[in-house]
């Protein structure tokens, strides 16, 4: 009981497994006394009665006997042929009141027969129990079998037989049809709750698939954010560290080009005085010697060449310069909260940096629009410009375009309360089958080592989810793809 009870709870199961009380007979015979004979049985009349007629003694053998005159609680309902047995029984499903068990007699003529009969209504009531009456001389055993098959359904009961027998069997086989039926709603009650049991699992399974899924994109996300970070932090490290180099290095080429431009007032001077030398001996030899030396060293080239060299070696310092401070400015690797920042500064920043991954493919164009200051983590900000910058250089490549042909053009501009990015390109487009596949993480169309198809979801994520943007794209195959990315200005209240 405690068992059951227990499956009961974990199951969820409320379903009531009581068969319904239904204490029905049908008794099927064609001779109307052994009807009236049966109804007095279970009233318990026939007892003493007495005086059975040659068919009903050869029925029920003896009368029976005073004591056992015991009542049976039944329902009686009668049939004198198969065929109407079977009409009962059918209609007693319909009705919702089934028989629970038949006495049927063998010999029925004109009709069908006791077995004929039984198989029919099987049928169409597999858990009717059916007792049938039969005489010696009627099927032998074997042919009944035959016919009916192997069944815990029926009973064969040999004529004569007395009332104790017709109560006891009556009485038995009642139960043993709702026990029965007990067992196949417990059974379609269980199967019902294993169903549901099942589909709940089934649910909670998929779900946790699909947090499953999340975590791992969230990790690979978190570990590539991470791995951007470290980078960023040791750009901004190395760049710190070349800063103090290059300002001394500027500082002392500044110098020197101010020492040079005094010695070559010096130098000036001196070729002036040697011009006024006497031609004396003396002073011819010491002409002489000072000219072969200026020739040695080609002093009029070095005029010419020094302050070029000087010109070249203060652009290149400030070229490093600048690529010095956009590397420290790119990753802004203590830049953790959300402040005000100067995106159209932040994209020129950004396109120093990956200077290398485009100058061979395309130039670049610039449409700077007068937007206000962003809300924003610039330095992710900055990651998702990369990545479209990177991306436009390769489908550039892609195209197979020369790099005079080759255009990546950066737009900016205000519209209410958003300020929107646009990075296109002339490359080759993205095609139609892949359009909703690019910010899947992992989609990738590039060769191991070029791209690990992360960039787009990372940017999708940092974009929309972490600054309460948009990241949308339109592309035309063989004339080129645009990005567009759209930020609050005033930031994302997550
Ligand atoms: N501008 C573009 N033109 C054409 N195809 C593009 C463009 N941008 C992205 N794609 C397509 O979308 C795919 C996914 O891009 P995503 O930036 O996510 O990954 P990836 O560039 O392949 O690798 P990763 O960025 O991780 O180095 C690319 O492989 C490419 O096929
Ligand atoms: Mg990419």
């Not at 005085?273 to 000219?291: H, I, K, N, Y």
Request: net charge negative; aromatic share 6%; hydrophobic share 40%.
């Amino acid at each position: 009981m405690l068992e059951r009870t227990a499956a009961a709870v974990d199951l969820g199961c409320t379903a009531d497994f009581e068969a319904p009380r239904n204490r029905r007979i049908l008794v099927v015979d064609d001779n109307p006394a052994i009807h009236e004979d049966f109804q007095k049985i279970f009233r318990g009349s026939l007892a003493g009665a007495g005086d059975l007629s040659e068919t009903e003694a050869a029925f029920f053998g003896e009368a029976p006997s005073p004591e056992t005159g015991a009542t049976v609680d039944v329902e009686m309902d009668s049939a004198f042929q198969g065929e109407e047995a079977l009409q009962r029984v059918v209609a007693a499903l319909a009705e919702n009141r089934p028989y629970a068990m038949a006495f049927m007699d063998v010999r029925m003529p004109p009709g069908w027969d006791g077995i004929e009969t039984a198989v029919r209504i099987w049928q169409r009531d597999p858990h009717l129990q059916i007792v049938l009456c039969t005489a010696y001389s009627d099927y032998s055993w074997e042919s009944m079998r035959a016919q009916l098959g192997r069944t815990d359904r029926l009973v064969i009961l040999k004529k004569p037989f007395d009332t104790v027998e017709a109560l006891q069997l009556a009485d038995s086989l009642i139960e043993k049809w709702r026990t029965s039926r007990q067992a196949t709603l417990k059974m379609s009650a269980l199967e019902q709750a294993v169903r549901r049991r099942t589909r709940e699992l089934e649910e909670v399974n998929q779900s946790l698939q699909a947090e499953i899924r999340g975590r791992k994109l969230l990790e690979s996300q978190l570990v590539q954010a991470q791995k951007l970070e470290s980078i960023g932090q040791l750009a901004a490290g190395i760049a710190h560290e070349i800063n103090t180099p290059i300002q001394y290095i500027g500082d002392s080429v500044e110098f020197l080009r101010s020492a040079v431009s005094s010695i070559e007032q010096v130098v000036g001077e001196y070729r002036q005085a040697l011009d006024s030398l006497p031609e004396s001996d003396s002073g011819g030899t010491l002409r002489a010697r000072l000219v072969a030396a200026e020739e040695a060293a080609e002093l009029p080239f070095l005029h010419a060449e020094i302050p070029r060299a000087f010109e070249r070696t203060q652009q290149g310092i400030a070229h490093v310069s600048k690529i010095v401070r956009a590397m420290k400015e790119f990753s802004f690797p203590d830049a953790r909260e959300q402040s005000y920042s100067d995106v159209n500064h932040a994209l020129q920043t950004t396109l120093v940096v990956a200077r290398n991954e485009y100058k061979h493919v395309a130039r670049i164009e610039t449409h700077f629009g007068d937007i206000p200051e962003v809300k924003c983590n610039i330095s992710e900000l900055n990651q998702v410009f990369l990545n479209l910058i990177v991306n436009a250089a390769h489908a550039i490549q892609e195209s197979g375009k020369c790099a005079a042909a080759g255009v990546i053009s950066v737009r900016t501009l205000a519209a209410e309360g958003l300020v929107e990015i646009e990075i296109g390109d002339n490359g080759c487009g993205i095609p139609a089958e892949n359009r909703n596949k690019v910010f899947d993480p992992f989609f990738t169309t590039k060769p191991v080592g070029r791209g690990t198809g992360q960039g787009l979801s990372i940017a999708y994520a940092t974009v929309v989810q972490k600054h309460g943007g948009t990241l949308s794209f339109e592309s035309e195959m063989g004339r080129g793809t645009t990005f567009r990315v759209r930020v609050p200005q005033e930031g994302y209240a997550s």
